[in-house]
């Protein structure tokens, strides 16, 4: 049975579901969710805290990891009472999966390319919100990737998420 999918917009939309869902854990790409390919740290920084801010609205969410295939880091992981937080720079996505083998469940990964976030999610048999908001600028290795998404998708994902479907 294929893996769940959604596209989502706004952070709004995206918290929506999540509570929906009752998701435990959220794996958020960094690029371009949380900041813009190659902008500085401090944008970085400022949209790790912006989307952290947020959560409080997910009583169920647990576990929260934040990862890049970039090298890029932070300069302070926030840290929220009662929520697991964690950065994975260089990730490997989609390839690498232990680091997210022991999160709770159910989950969802939430990035804008199917080849590597939504194959992550396939993988980890967690439901893929697909970060789609209509983007300008987009830099030409994204943007091909967004392509190859687009014949991907449909082998690997079916069109909504369930409770059901988050969980082995």
């Known amino acids: 049975m294929p893996a769940a999918y959604e596209s989502v917009t706004d952070v709004a939309g995206l918290l929506a579901r999540a509570r929906e869902l009752s998701l435990r ?4 790409d960094v ?4 900041a813009w390919w190659d902008t500085s740290q401090q944008a ?10 947020e959560l409080g609205q997910l009583p169920e ?8 295939n970039s090298a890029r880091r932070p300069s302070v992981l926030p840290s929220v009472p009662g929520l697991q937080i964690s950065y994975r720079s260089s990730a490997g996505k989609p390839f690498q999966t232990a680091p997210y083998r022991g999160l709770p469940r159910p989950g969802a990964v939430i990035g804008d390319q199917v080849p590597t976030d939504g194959l992550l999610a396939y993988r980890l048999r967690f439901t893929f919100l697909h970060w789609n908001p209509p983007l300008a600028g987009v830099p ?7 392509l190859i998404g687009r014949v991907v998708q449909p082998l690997l994902f079916s069109r909504t998420a369930s409770p059901e479907s988050t969980t082995p």
Do not use: H, S
């Open 25 to 28: 854990t959220l794996i958020f």
């Open 61 to 68: 969410l647990q576990a929260v990891v934040f990862a890049t």
């Open 44 to 53: 970085l920084d400022e949209g790790i805290a912006a989307i952290l801010a």
């Open 140 to 146: 030409r290795g994204p943007r091909a990737m967004q």
């Open 31 to 34: 690029e371009p969710m949380i």
